[in-house]
C-alpha cells in the first residue's frame, strides 16, 4: 500500500473516531489510535509515521523482533509500541526490550514475570488486564462475563486485580477485550458498555484510577468509541487486508 492510501485511510479513521466522540459528547483527542501493523512490512509503518501515526501495535514477538528495531532506527523519534497480543510466560522476556506498553496481560503468572523483568530493567511497565466479558470460549483474558450476577466470578476476578495492582513494576492502566465479530457493529455495544461498567466498579472498589479503557477495531471501534474507549486498535481501516 502506497503512502498516499495510508494517508487517505488514516484520515478517514481520523474523521470516523472525531464523529463518534462528538455523538458522544467526547473529546477525540482523549481517544488513542494505535495502528496495528501485525503482517504489515517496516515500510508500511514508516509510511503511517510520515502521515502522523504514533502508536503500533503489534501481536507476535517474533515479528516485532525484526520490524521494531528496523523502524525505529529510521525515524528521529520512535513511536509507541504496542504489545496487543497474547503472550507466552517463556516469551515474556523479549517483550521488555520491545514494547512500551501491554494491552494482553491475561494471568497473574504472566504480569508476575513482567513485574520481575521491569524491575531488573529498573523501569515500570504500563499495562492493561485483559478480560473475557464476551464469556467466548476461545477468547483469552480474564473470565469476568456476566460478573455482575455470578459472584464467584466477581470474587475471582477481585482477588485477582487485588494482587495485580500490588506488583511494584507494573502500573495497571486499565482494561483491554476483545468484542465478538458481528456484521452488525450495534451488537458489540452491550460489550464495550459493560466494560465501561466494570471499570468504573474496579475503580470505586479499589480506590484506583484505571484511565484507559482498550477496545474496539476496524470492525467495531465507533461503538467502542461512544460507550467510552480510550484506545481503539485499528488495522485493516489503515493499512487494508493483512500481509
Given at each position: 500500500m502506497s503512502v498516499i492510501d495510508i494517508s487517505a485511510n488514516l484520515k478517514?479513521?481520523?474523521?470516523?473516531?472525531?464523529s463518534a466522540s462528538a455523538r458522544a459528547n467526547r473529546n477525540p483527542e482523549d481517544i488513542t489510535l494505535v495502528a496495528v501493523s501485525k503482517t504489515h512490512p517496516a515500510e508500511a509503518?514508516?509510511?503511517?509515521?510520515?502521515?502522523?501515526?504514533?502508536?503500533?501495535?503489534?501481536?507476535?514477538?517474533?515479528?516485532?523482533?525484526?520490524?521494531?528495531?528496523?523502524?525505529?532506527?529510521?525515524?528521529?523519534?520512535?513511536?509507541?509500541?504496542?504489545?496487543?497480543?497474547?503472550?507466552?510466560?517463556?516469551?515474556?522476556?523479549?517483550?521488555l526490550p520491545l514494547f512500551d506498553r501491554v494491552h494482553s496481560v491475561d494471568t497473574v503468572k504472566l504480569a508476575q514475570k513482567l513485574s520481575e523483568l521491569a524491575a531488573a530493567d529498573n523501569r515500570t511497565l504500563p499495562v492493561m488486564i485483559e478480560v473475557n466479558i464476551s464469556g467466548e470460549a476461545a477468547?483469552?483474558?480474564?473470565?469476568?462475563?456476566?460478573?455482575?450476577?455470578?459472584?464467584?466470578?466477581?470474587?475471582?476476578?477481585?482477588?485477582?486485580?487485588?494482587?495485580?495492582?500490588?506488583?511494584?513494576?507494573?502500573?495497571?492502566?486499565?482494561l483491554m477485550t476483545m468484542a465478538p465479530f458481528y456484521d452488525e457493529m450495534e451488537r458489540t455495544r452491550p460489550v464495550f458498555a459493560a466494560m465501561t461498567e466494570l471499570r468504573e466498579k474496579l475503580q470505586a472498589d479499589f480506590h484506583v484510577a484505571l484511565p484507559d479503557l482498550s477496545m474496539g477495531?476496524?470492525?467495531?471501534?465507533?461503538?467502542?468509541?461512544e460507550e467510552g474507549a480510550t484506545i481503539v486498535r485499528i488495522g485493516r481501516a489503515i493499512f487494508g487486508e493483512r500481509g
Open positions: 478517514a479513521v481520523q474523521e470516523t473516531i472525531a509503518v514508516l509510511a503511517a509515521i510520515a502521515s502522523g501515526v504514533r502508536h503500533f501495535g503489534e501481536n507476535r514477538v517474533e515479528e516485532a523482533e525484526d520490524k521494531i528495531p528496523t523502524v525505529n532506527a529510521q525515524v528521529a523519534t520512535k513511536p509507541v509500541w504496542h504489545m496487543i497480543g497474547h503472550i507466552q510466560s517463556r516469551k515474556a522476556k523479549l517483550v477468547k483469552y483474558g480474564f473470565e469476568v462475563s456476566d460478573w455482575k450476577n455470578k459472584p464467584d466470578v466477581k470474587a475471582a476476578f477481585w482477588h485477582e486485580m487485588e494482587t495485580l495492582l500490588q506488583l511494584s513494576n507494573v502500573e495497571v492502566r486499565g477495531m476496524t470492525n467495531d471501534y465507533p461503538v467502542a468509541i
